[in-house]
């Protein structure tokens, strides 16, 4: 049954801090140890918080995210704790179906219809545009490859737009100023790294270690920024959760003054799409990710979102 959540929001009130409550919450029980409430909906989300055991907890809405698999059950629903501020699985909530009963879904960041338009960017990044017309050659395959990355929400454009025009001030054929290195950076998202120019090339069904000037050519340059967007990391969770610190961190570069400024940008990039900056933006990383993490894994990556012995 459904009931009021009032008494957090009468305590925050009364020492001056502002609370957001939901209007109704449910009350459940999580049935696992060591469980890790998440950031977003996916196992690739930060965790915010690991309950020790087995918890009493109310649950305002839920939403489709990751799929997790715990005995004979499977589920993609993941159940919003307002109280901890994340995520937990469903999988490890005491109900017998794969969606929780009576709990409404969460609101969700709306897709956004339309390409990206040269005037968008200038708008959303100013003089980061040195080369209007270069760009505007350039997006009609950029904005193909961000539908084939579910890059289809302000947020999601946000961060990868960010990311590209610090990247390459989004410039496609752009060579990396002064690297002279065979795999240094090029394209959008100046690809770098043997250990990057040879799975890409293998997932292209290109030679880009025999030809790693294919990586900035209009032809291949939009698919290399979506593939290391959705295949080399799992960015797009990041930027639902407003989680600009761990984009950073998965671009591979280590953590500094460059991170406030991507963050700036990703902030007017939401301010132009949306009218307003969401709470919650986070622009610094995990002093775990604060390293170069460029030659990780994308599952080697993952692992530093999670503690030994946690589930979900």
């Not at 009218?275 to 994308?298: H, W």
Request: net charge positive.
């Amino acid at each position: 049954m459904l009931k009021r959540v009032l008494a957090s929001a009468v305590a925050g009130a009364a020492i001056g801090v502002a609370v957001t409550v939901p209007a109704y919450a449910a009350p459940f029980t999580t049935t696992a140890s060591n469980l890790n409430i998440r950031s977003d909906a996916f196992l690739s989300a930060s965790v915010v918080k690991v309950l020790a055991g087995p918890t009493s907890v109310e649950v305002d809405c839920q939403k489709s995210g990751d799929s997790v698999t715990v005995g004979s059950r499977t589920t993609t629903w993941w159940a919003h704790l307002p109280a901890h501020s994340g995520y937990a699985t469903v999988a490890y909530i005491d109900t017998p179906g794969a969606k929780l009963p009576g709990v409404p879904d969460c609101p969700q960041d709306p897709p956004q219809t339309g390409d990206v338009t040269l005037a968008d960017v200038q708008a959303m990044f100013g003089s980061r545009i040195a080369n209007p017309s270069l760009v505007q050659t350039g997006l009609p395959s950029l904005n193909q490859a961000m539908r084939d990355a579910n890059i289809n929400t302000a947020r999601r454009k946000a961060a990868f737009l960010a990311t590209l025009v610090h990247e390459s001030r989004l410039e496609y054929n752009i060579r990396e100023i002064g690297d002279t290195r065979l795999y240094g950076g090029r394209g959008y998202i100046q690809l770098t790294g043997d250990f990057n120019y040879g799975p890409a090339g293998r997932y292209f069904g290109i030679d880009l270690l025999g030809n790693p000037e294919l990586a900035r050519s209009l032809q291949w340059s939009a698919p290399i920024a979506r593939w290391y967007w959705t295949v080399a990391r799992n960015i797009n969770p990041y930027a639902d959760a407003l989680d600009m610190g761990r984009v950073n961190a998965a671009i591979g570069y280590p953590a500094g003054s460059e991170d406030t400024r991507r963050c700036d940008s990703f902030k007017n990039a939401l301010r132009y799409l949306t009218g307003s900056v969401p709470s919650g933006v986070k622009c610094t990383r995990p002093a775990k990710m604060s390293g170069d993490t460029s030659k990780l894994t994308r599952t080697q990556f993952e692992a530093l979102t999670k503690s030994p012995g946690t589930v979900g």
